[in-house]
């Protein structure tokens, strides 16, 4: 049984780090998103310069929201892991407690029965 759990960790683990973001002084950032795109100057010196901007601008806008749902789906998927992991661990505590103290019963009924 305590093998079946270990191998469960490590598992669970492995499968973890492989997508898990990065956590760094309280801040959560995404690993698997590539760079935030910054968002592009305008540039109202001219009217061409200013029809560049607004291109930029929209191609931003759409690595922006790329990103952006790149990293949401990163997040659930890591809350959903954070969360399988401590209900995992949660369970088999439960079992062990409910293990432990079905043994100690059992002891102290043979103790009792002398």
């Not at 898990?20 to 690993?31: H, N, Q």
């Not at 200013?50 to 659930?76: G, H, M, P, T």
Request: aromatic share 6%; net charge negative; with cysteine.
């Amino acid at each position: 049984m305590k093998k079946n759990f270990l191998i469960m960790i490590i598992l669970s683990l492995t499968h973890t780090a492989s997508n898990a973001g990065t956590l760094i002084d309280g801040i959560w950032s995404p690993a698997n998103c590539g760079e935030k795109p910054e968002p592009p100057a305008i540039d109202v010196t001219s009217a061409e310069n200013f029809n560049r901007s607004v291109e930029a601008i929209n191609e931003w806008q759409d690595r922006a929201l790329a990103y952006n749902s790149c990293l949401i789906k990163e997040a659930n998927t890591d809350n959903d892991l954070i969360a399988k992991t401590a209900n995992d661990t949660q369970a088999e505590f439960r079992k062990t407690i409910d293990r432990i103290s079905s043994e100690a019963e059992k002891a102290r009924d043979k103790i009792d029965s002398r």
